[in-house]
């Protein structure tokens, strides 16, 4: 699934080359991905048709497109979702779902929503031009210059979750997810299953620190691209799985000290630790009951 650093490429390149265009026609070819728009597809379509794109917008994993009226194009890639700006003339894409033709730019261009699954999807966000209600609840992630660092350690050091779960829960911290979780945990020397409360202010500090500096170091190489699911808008690649320490490195040397990368199976996906640089924490002493004397 396309993190953030993936997500923020296709903002860029949205805001690029998008914002100032007028929206003509949409054409919806799957309903699946305009499921949560209440209108259903053709009310979504009219909604979007004759509007201007004023900029482009993310919080975590979500991008929007705020539009001339105060309403906002909200969407989310989920696990294979492309937004592709493609010339009139391109040819259809194989899972093409949501063609929109745009003017006003420097040139007439489509942009596609393309999802060969269709987890992602669509929908257009009532008076969401500033903040869509419908992502509010998403904490800022640390890239965001209004991220709260001290609130994020004092919440974290009250939760008794392993900080890989802390790490991914979006109501506290957004857009870090697997990859670059178990990447951060590598560069802090922590293991995922480390409880929140296990952690000192320093430690948890540490840590906030390494997901910004992996995150940033992967913005600026383009992403992280495993496959041909993740491209940005002009259908090319990224590059950072090539710096990667722990993610999809079973059984390689850690790049620290040599001992083999292992694999877990962790929330229906993989974690990768390098089981010396990162030691499993010790199981919390559980108390033996004092029995009164008869």
């Given at each position: 699934?396309p993190?953030?650093?993936?997500?923020?490429?296709?903002?860029?390149?949205?805001?690029?080359h998008?914002?100032?265009s007028?929206i003509?026609?949409?054409?919806?070819?799957?309903p699946?991905?305009?499921r949560?728009?209440?209108?259903?597809?053709?009310?979504?379509?009219?909604?979007?048709?004759?509007r201007r794109?004023v900029?482009?917008r993310r919080r975590?994993?979500?991008?929007?497109l705020?539009l001339d009226?105060?309403d906002a194009?909200?969407?989310?890639?989920g696990?294979?979702?492309?937004?592709?700006?493609q010339?009139?003339?391109?040819?259809?894409?194989?899972?093409l779902?949501?063609?929109?033709v745009?003017?006003?730019?420097?040139?007439?261009?489509n942009?596609?929503?393309?999802?060969?699954r269709m987890?992602?999807?669509?929908?257009?966000s009532t008076?969401g031009?500033?903040?869509?209600?419908?992502?509010?609840?998403?904490?800022r992630?640390?890239?965001?210059?209004?991220?709260?660092?001290?609130?994020f350690?004092a919440?974290v050091?009250?939760r008794?979750?392993?900080v890989?779960r802390?790490l991914?829960d979006?109501?506290?911290?957004?857009g870090?997810?697997?990859?670059?979780?178990?990447?951060?945990?590598?560069?802090?020397r922590?293991h995922?299953?480390?409880?929140?409360?296990?952690?000192?202010?320093a430690q948890?500090r540490?840590?906030?620190g390494?997901?910004?500096?992996?995150?940033e170091?992967a913005?600026?190489?383009?992403g992280?691209?495993f496959?041909?699911?993740?491209?940005?808008?002009?259908?090319?690649?990224g590059y950072f799985?090539?710096s990667?320490?722990?993610?999809?490195?079973?059984?390689?040397?850690?790049?620290?000290?040599?001992?083999?990368?292992?694999?877990?199976?962790?929330?229906?996906?993989?974690?990768y630790?390098?089981?010396r640089?990162?030691?499993?924490?010790r199981?919390?002493r559980?108390p033996?009951?004092?029995?009164?004397?008869d």
């Open positions: 699934m993190e953030l650093p993936e997500v923020e490429v296709v903002r860029a390149g949205l805001e690029r998008v914002t100032g007028r003509t026609r949409v054409d919806v070819l799957h699946r991905p305009v949560r728009d209440p209108r259903g597809p053709e009310g979504f379509a009219a909604a979007l048709a004759g794109i900029a482009a975590g994993k979500y991008l929007w705020p009226n105060g194009l909200l969407g989310h890639l696990m294979s979702g492309q937004l592709l700006v010339p009139d003339d391109a040819v259809p894409e194989r899972h779902r949501v063609r929109m745009l003017d006003g730019a420097a040139e007439d261009r942009l596609h929503f393309v999802d060969q987890f992602g999807g669509l929908s257009v008076g031009a500033e903040l869509p209600a419908e992502i509010a609840h998403i904490a992630d640390p890239l965001d210059p209004e991220f709260d660092d001290d609130l350690v919440r050091r009250r008794s979750s392993g890989k802390l991914l979006q109501g506290l911290v957004s870090v997810g697997n990859i670059y979780a178990d990447e951060a945990l590598w560069r802090a922590l995922g299953e480390r409880p929140g409360d296990r952690l000192t202010a948890a540490t840590l906030l390494h997901a910004r500096e992996v995150m170091e913005l600026g190489q383009g992280t691209s496959d041909a699911l993740y491209v940005n808008v002009n259908g090319e690649s799985d090539r990667l320490h722990a993610y999809g490195r079973q059984d390689e040397p850690c790049d620290r000290c040599g001992t083999p990368i292992r694999r877990i199976a962790f929330m229906n996906r993989s974690s630790f390098c089981p640089c990162q030691p499993v924490p199981r919390r559980v033996t009951p004092v029995v009164a004397p």
